[in-house]
């Protein structure tokens, strides 16, 4: 059975058609990227899935179960974690604190235990944050972490709620070059240890040909395309309505590189 089944999305802002009979599927494991140019309707199926948005039309399914418009808190209490395009933490509070109070809250505790926080979940917090390198720095105030790191530590905020799914908004947004390929890395890695299906929206195309199991081409609210990375990018229309010749390079590098083929990419900029 698949993880995630979304059928015949539709959702209209008054005359804009953002989403119309958008329809995919999602494995456990498995890295789904949504592409297309601004305005082409991402953020909105992704706001459908996550339940900040009630679709017009048409069905979300998590593992079986029917989440269609339930709101966010519930969705995420099926099993649903999400990252923001910018990261999302209490900065003044340490780093394995933040992963405290995710766990807190995804044990249902919040109200009842917030003035004693300090020994909760300690060692559990400490595990997640084991899992994306950063159990180092853990005693650190986010504020004083560089934003690459800000993002693993958002990841880690994520995991501890065990999601099945999740879902990331521009994942690489605000990153250099370097600190976009770890943290997808990292994001593949645990998807596929941990057999979380990831959805993600993403304007570096080298993020997403070098990491995405399968890749959703929207366009003025429609799929026009789908596939593996390299079906996307030897689709001639999406060449020619969103990719171009530069996308179309920048996409080849990227697979060359995972391929290692060409590991000196550091530096080319693929973000259309
Ligand atoms: N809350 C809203 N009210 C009115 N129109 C909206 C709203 N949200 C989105 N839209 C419109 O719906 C269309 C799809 O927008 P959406 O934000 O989903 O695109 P996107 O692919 O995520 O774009 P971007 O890459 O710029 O983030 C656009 O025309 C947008 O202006």
Do not use: C
């Not at 300090?118 to 400490?126: T, V």
């Not at 004083?144 to 995991?159: F, M, P, Q, S, W």
């Not at 990491?211 to 799929?223: P, Q, T, Y």
Request: glycine fraction near 10%; proline fraction near 4%; avoid cysteine.
């Amino acid at each position: 059975m698949s993880l995630l089944v979304v059928e015949n999305l539709q959702k209209h802002f008054g005359g804009v058609r953002a989403a119309k009979d958008v329809s995919f599927s999602l494995q456990a494991g498995e890295l789904l990227a949504i592409i297309g140019p601004n305005g082409a309707g991402k953020s909105t199926t992704f706001n459908m899935v996550g339940g900040q948005l009630k679709p017009d039309k048409g069905s979300v399914r998590l593992a079986g179960e029917d989440i269609t418009g339930l709101p966010p808190r519930l969705v995420w209490r099926k099993g649903v974690g999400r990252t923001f395009q910018i990261a999302q933490t209490f900065v003044s509070m340490s780093v394995v604190e933040n992963v405290q109070m995710a766990l807190i809250s995804s044990h249902g505790q919040t109200r009842a235990v917030v003035p004693r926080t300090a020994g909760l979940h300690r060692e559990a917090a400490r595990s997640f944050l084991d899992r994306v390198g950063m159990a180092d720095v853990a005693d650190k105030p986010v504020n004083e972490l560089a934003y690459g790191d800000v993002k693993r530590v958002e990841l880690a905020i994520a995991l501890a709620s065990d999601p099945k799914l999740l879902l990331m908004d521009e994942p690489t947004a605000g990153m250099a070059p370097r600190e976009r390929t770890a943290l997808m890395e990292l994001t593949a890695e645990i998807a596929r240890t941990h057999k979380i299906g990831v959805l993600f929206t993403e304007h570096d195309m080298d993020s997403v040909f070098a990491h995405s199991d399968r890749i959703l081409v929207l366009v003025r609210g429609e799929i026009i395309a789908s596939g593996t990375p390299d079906e996307v990018r030897g689709n001639a229309r999406v060449k020619q309505v969103y990719l171009g010749e530069h996308g179309v390079q920048a996409a080849l590098r990227a697979r060359k590189a995972k391929a290692g083929e060409n590991p000196s990419r550091e530096n080319q900029a693929g973000a259309i």
